[in-house]
């Protein structure tokens, strides 16, 4: 199973980024896709999830109308578009693959990570 992130960098305030996360080794149509975040000194948090069939979507609502969440499942890719990005959205972002089993157990992985610093 793997996880690959990219198109994190360095951009500026109010600049724009896409995130892609390239699965491989499991059935990415089956899994609920979501992106995490991590900056320096803070706990992980969720930014933005999609579920199995791309129809339905949640964002933290520090990201609403910024950021977009989208999925292709032919491509088996997750990606997100990120626009006017503000220094606080500086963090390693991380994506996340999760099949509900029961309501107590899931199956997910996780990838490396890809860094976005949002900085003049």
């Known amino acids: 199973v793997q996880l690959v992130e990219s198109g994190g960098g360095l951009v500026q305030p109010g600049g724009s980024l896409r995130l892609s996360c390239a699965a491989s080794?499991?059935?990415?149509?089956?899994?609920?896709m979501s992106w995490y975040r991590q900056a320096p000194g803070k706990e992980r948090e969720l930014v933005a999830t999609?579920?199995?069939?791309?129809?339905?979507?949640y964002y933290v609502d520090s990201v609403k109308g910024r950021f977009t969440i989208s999925r292709d499942n032919v491509k088996n890719t997750v990606y997100l578009q990120m626009n006017s990005l503000k220094p606080e959205d500086t963090a390693v972002y991380y994506c996340?693959?999760?099949?509900?089993?029961?309501?107590?157990?899931?199956?997910?992985?996780w990838g490396q990570g890809t860094q976005v610093t949002v900085s003049s």
């Open positions: 999609i579920n199995s069939a791309g129809g339905w979507t």
């Open positions: 996340n693959a999760e099949l509900r089993l029961s309501p107590d157990a899931s199956d997910d992985y």
């Open positions: 080794g499991f059935t990415f149509s089956s899994y609920g």
